[in-house]
């Protein structure tokens, strides 16, 4: 790997390498508030290494192929200027595939006062949007792709990656927001146009405090508002669907998302709108924190 970048995000630790520079620059601007790894004396939890699928491809044609400790051989290249996509996309990859510490739950986090709200849903629910407004709004951001839930203490670890905001999502979530927190607009990618959000110095600096998860939001984008209260044995399928290594914990992840839903309630919630889902969630969280 030509170059190279150690990053520490949460518990977890990353190695991520590049045959091209360009990619690295890029983490670099983004994640420089991050804790540095150095490789001297700490091994880094995962690699992700951005590789060209043939080597002529480094530089006619240029191909990034994802590879690192856990990978898909099947996986399509990626485009050299969706570099920064892939290595996230990386990083994603080696957590939803190798981490066993916490039940690993497809989600974003935020905090306030010690508790957590945890948001999870289909794709398209709006749930990173969510929590990168209500990160800029008084509450703490946990995370934007994974909550980690430790199977011990039942408690939510943070895991605050860059939010990735999607298509008109992008300028609701940014507004306001100083423009070197904010990624390159990266267009024709899977899902349309994506930019990063970087979270702020909150988040950054308190991401290895846990917090009491006290609310389950199931989140659906582009209905008339509406809410209902979930009841536990639909909140435990869910959450199983929203778990990438649920199996491969066994009794552990089984008995810490049992425990999770007999002591966390679930609320489900439509809405149209920025504004209306801000103030639901305002309302919902002022009868349950």
């Given at each position: 790997m030509r170059h190279q970048l150690g990053l520490a995000v949460g518990p977890a630790t990353f190695r991520i390498g590049s045959a091209w520079r360009g990619p690295i620059d890029a983490l670099a601007r983004l994640y420089a508030a991050y804790p540095p790894i150095d490789f001297a004396r700490r091994v880094p939890d995962f690699t992700v290494r951005l590789q060209p699928v043939q080597p002529w491809r480094r530089f006619i044609r240029s191909s990034i192929f994802i590879a690192g400790d856990h990978m898909l051989p099947d996986a399509a290249p990626m485009a050299l200027e969706h570099g920064l996509l892939a290595a996230e996309m990386g990083m994603n990859l080696q957590m939803a595939l190798g981490w066993r510490r916490h039940v690993l739950l497809h989600a974003s986090c935020v905090e306030k006062d010690g508790k957590a709200l945890v948001i999870t849903g289909e794709s398209g629910s709006g749930k990173s949007t969510l929590a990168a407004m209500l990160g800029e709004r008084g509450w703490r951001l946990m995370g934007d792709e994974f909550a980690l839930l430790d199977p011990a203490s039942g408690m939510v670890f943070a895991f605050p990656r860059l939010v990735s905001l999607k298509n008109e999502a992008i300028d609701i979530a940014t507004a306001g927001i100083t423009p070197?927190?904010?990624?390159?607009?990266?267009?024709?990618?899977?899902?349309?146009?994506?930019?990063?959000?970087?979270?702020?110095?909150?988040?950054?600096?308190?991401?290895?405090?846990?917090?009491?998860?006290?609310?389950?939001?199931?989140?659906?984008?582009?209905?008339?508002?509406?809410?209902?209260?979930?009841?536990?044995?639909?909140?435990?399928?869910?959450?199983?669907?929203?778990?990438t290594n649920y199996i491969a914990l066994g009794e552990a992840g089984f008995g810490a998302l049992v425990r999770f839903v007999r002591t966390v309630p679930a609320v489900a919630l439509d809405y149209p709108d920025s504004a209306t889902v801000l103030a639901a969630v305002e309302a919902l969280w002022g009868e349950v924190a």
């Amino acid at each position: 790997m030509r170059h190279q970048l150690g990053l520490a995000v949460g518990p977890a630790t990353f190695r991520i390498g590049s045959a091209w520079r360009g990619p690295i620059d890029a983490l670099a601007r983004l994640y420089a508030a991050y804790p540095p790894i150095d490789f001297a004396r700490r091994v880094p939890d995962f690699t992700v290494r951005l590789q060209p699928v043939q080597p002529w491809r480094r530089f006619i044609r240029s191909s990034i192929f994802i590879a690192g400790d856990h990978m898909l051989p099947d996986a399509a290249p990626m485009a050299l200027e969706h570099g920064l996509l892939a290595a996230e996309m990386g990083m994603n990859l080696q957590m939803a595939l190798g981490w066993r510490r916490h039940v690993l739950l497809h989600a974003s986090c935020v905090e306030k006062d010690g508790k957590a709200l945890v948001i999870t849903g289909e794709s398209g629910s709006g749930k990173s949007t969510l929590a990168a407004m209500l990160g800029e709004r008084g509450w703490r951001l946990m995370g934007d792709e994974f909550a980690l839930l430790d199977p011990a203490s039942g408690m939510v670890f943070a895991f605050p990656r860059l939010v990735s905001l999607k298509n008109e999502a992008i300028d609701i979530a940014t507004a306001g927001i100083t423009p070197e927190r904010i990624g390159p607009r990266l267009e024709g990618t899977p899902k349309g146009a994506i930019r990063h959000l970087v979270p702020n110095a909150e988040a950054i600096a308190r991401m290895a405090e846990p917090a009491v998860p006290r609310l389950l939001l199931l989140p659906r984008y582009g209905f008339a508002e509406a809410h209902r209260p979930v009841e536990q044995g639909e909140a435990f399928v869910r959450l199983t669907e929203a778990s990438t290594n649920y199996i491969a914990l066994g009794e552990a992840g089984f008995g810490a998302l049992v425990r999770f839903v007999r002591t966390v309630p679930a609320v489900a919630l439509d809405y149209p709108d920025s504004a209306t889902v801000l103030a639901a969630v305002e309302a919902l969280w002022g009868e349950v924190a």
